[in-house]
C-alpha cells in the first residue's frame, strides 16, 4: 500500500497585486490623484499601470506638462462666480494658488512624480487611437513612456488587477 | 488495491472576467473612452455592462444621442481662454473640429460603436432612480438599451468584476 | 486498504466583497452616485470605504456640505449656451432645479444618505495631503468621517477590493 496520493495544494495566489489607471483628463488637479495612487501603490510592491488616453495625453506631452492647469470654470469647488471665472487669467491665477499652496506643504510637481513612479516601475503607456486622432508623434511625448498601445492592450494588461478612471 | 482516489483538481477558474462600466457623463470625450474599452473588452471575450446614469442618459436618449457635445469652457486642455470658450458656438466649434479629427482617422461614430457594442453582447442598463428625477420614459431611449435597473442591481451584476466610473 | 485521503476542499472564498470609492469631485451631481453606489453596496453585505480628496473634500466639510452645487457651465448635457450658463445665479439656479426634482421624487439628501450610510458601516476617510494643502483641519468635518489617511492605507484598505474613481 504504497500508493503516493499526490494532492496538489491550493496555490496560495503569491501574485503581485495589480493596479492600472486610465487618466483622460489633461489637468493638474486629476494628474495628481493618478501619480499619488500610483506611486503609493508602486511603493507597496504593486505592478502599476497608466495609460494616457483623451485629454490625459496633456501630461506626456513634453510641450504640455510643464503647464497644466486647474479649471476655474465649471468647478463649483471654487468660491467664485462663473463669469468671474471665464475672465481671461482665471485658470492662470488659480493654478499658480495651488502650485504655490503644494509647493510650500513640499508636495511634489508633476514632473518629481513621474521620476519617482518610473523609478519604482509604473509603465506609462500612450494610447494609439488618441494619438492618431490629435495627430500627435511619438516625439511629442516625455521620454519616460513606455509605449503606444491600444485599448486592447490595455485591457489585456489589466487582467485580473484593480482598474480606476481619471 | 484499486482504490482510485479522485483528487479534484484546482480549478482553473475558467470563469470570464467581467467588466462593468458606469457612465455618469453625457459628453462626446467621454462616451468614446466607455464604449471604446467595452468593446476592446467584449472583443476579448469579457462580459461586458455599461450602467448609464446621470448625465450619462444623454448617451442613450435618442433625442441627444446624434448631438452629444465636446465641452470647450472648463477644459483647459484646449487652447483658448475661458471666456472666449464661453461664447455661445463656440463648443458647437469644438466639437464639430472633433468629429472631423475622427471621422478622417475612421473612428466609427457612438452609433456605430453601439451597434458594434450589442453584436458583441454587451449589455446596456439604464439608472431608474436617474430616469425618475429626470422624468425620462423608456420610449425616450435607444432600442439597444437592455433594461432599467437600480444602483442595487447593478452593484450585483458586476460582483466579481472590474469597475469602471466615467 | 483504509488510508483515509483528506484532500482538502478548495475553500469557497467566503470573505466579504469590498468597494472602495474615491470622491475627488465637489458638486453635487458627483457627491449622488457615490453615495447611492456605497449605500447599496453595504446594504448588500459589502464593505464599503470612501476616501474624501482634493475638490471632494467639499463633500464632507461642515461648511459647505450643504451648498454644494451642480456645474452650469461646460455640462453640454445642460440646454443652454455657455455664456448664459457664466451668467451669475445659473450654477445656483440649475441647482435648485435639480434638488426639487429629487426631493419630488423623494431622493434622500446627501446629509441624509450620509446616516444612512454610516449606519450601515460605511467608512469614510479624509485624505491627509489634500487636508495640508487646502489648510483643512479635522474641526471643519462632518462628525461622521472616520478618520484622516493617505493614499497609501488607502491603497492598503482597497487591496482586493474593487476601486471606483469619481
Request: glycine content about 6%; proline content about 5%.
Amino acid at each position: 500500500m504504497t500508493q503516493a496520493t499526490v494532492v496538489k495544494p491550493v496555490e496560495e495566489t503569491p501574485q503581485t497585486s495589480k493596479l492600472c489607471i486610465i487618466l483622460s483628463k489633461g489637468t493638474l488637479d486629476m494628474a495628481y490623484p493618478a501619480f499619488m495612487l500610483a506611486n503609493a501603490a508602486a511603493a507597496m510592491g504593486y505592478e502599476v499601470h497608466i495609460f494616457f488616453t483623451f485629454w490625459g495625453m496633456n501630461v506626456i506631452d513634453k510641450r504640455k506638462i510643464d503647464n497644466l492647469k486647474v479649471s476655474s470654470v465649471g468647478n463649483p469647488a471654487l468660491p467664485m462666480p462663473n463669469l468671474l471665472g471665464a475672465l481671461p487669467g482665471m485658470t492662470a491665477m488659480v493654478t499658480r494658488m495651488l502650485k504655490n499652496k503644494m509647493a510650500k506643504q513640499r508636495v511634489p510637481t508633476i514632473r518629481e512624480l513621474i521620476k519617482t513612479a518610473k523609478e519604482a516601475g509604473v509603465k506609462l503607456h500612450a494610447c494609439s487611437t488618441t494619438m492618431d486622432v490629435m495627430g500627435l508623434k511619438k516625439e511629442d511625448f516625455i521620454p519616460e513612456v513606455d509605449d503606444i498601445v491600444g485599448a486592447a492592450s490595455f485591457i489585456q494588461m489589466s487582467e485580473g488587477g484593480q482598474v480606476i478612471f481619471i
